[in-house]
């Protein structure tokens, strides 16, 4: 059975993983939510050139069309939204994850501050006890990032920073952020086939 995953893309470098995210859950047949920070739209239009601006409507009319995917399998939700089924327990997704994940959106939810629907969404998935997915993006981690993430972790939160392998051989910007995406798949169980694991290498 397919599952309800919410995808949360916040201002960290990186907002390829979160695309192709979207791309390879749609593409199992996933049902997917999509959240974007305001920074994370800045990112979206310098790294990968596309404008996710406008109301909730237009939205949904832009990212349904980019993904080539119909109103019951992809939904974006403004992140002032909280009227959304994600603000709630009773209706959250099977899971979350946020790629690539900003050092401040990372602090707020170990705060358990819910200033948007992007942390709010975080704080139901904490509390019903479902699982987060966080991807941070930054180097070097300060003592703080490395005590928020600690906090987290303890709490259930699956920490999966952007560390590609290249024991894979990858040729492309494509292939590293495939070997990320596709460890994060790992952690819900879904088979991306995204990257070569260790193993399935043959020899030269």
Request: charged share 20%; glycine share 10%.
């Amino acid at each position: 059975m397919k599952r309800h995953i919410a995808v949360a893309i916040t201002g960290a470098s990186g907002a390829i993983y979160g695309v192709r995210l979207i791309e390879t859950l749609l593409a199992d047949g996933n049902r997917v939510s999509l959240l974007l920070s305001s920074s994370g739209r800045i990112v979206l239009k310098e790294e990968l050139g596309l404008d996710w601006s406008g109301d909730e409507a237009a939205m949904n009319t832009v990212v349904r069309s980019h993904f080539k995917a119909g109103s019951n399998s992809l939904s974006y939700y403004h992140e002032s939204n909280f009227f959304s089924p994600l603000a709630s327990g009773s209706s959250a997704p099977d899971a979350m994850i946020i790629a690539p994940c900003s050092m401040g959106t990372l602090a707020r939810i170990a705060a358990g501050l819910s200033g948007n629907l992007l942390e709010r969404a975080s704080d139901v998935m904490l509390k019903e006890g479902k699982p987060l997915l966080l991807l941070p993006r930054e180097t070097p981690f300060s003592a703080i990032h490395l005590e928020n993430m600690l906090k987290l972790a303890r709490l259930g939160v699956r920490i999966i920073p952007a560390m590609p392998g290249f024991y894979g051989k990858p040729q492309t910007i494509d292939d590293i952020a495939n070997f990320v995406v596709g460890k994060l798949l790992d952690q819900l169980g879904i088979e991306g086939g995204l990257f070569t694991r260790w193993g399935e290498i043959g020899p030269e």
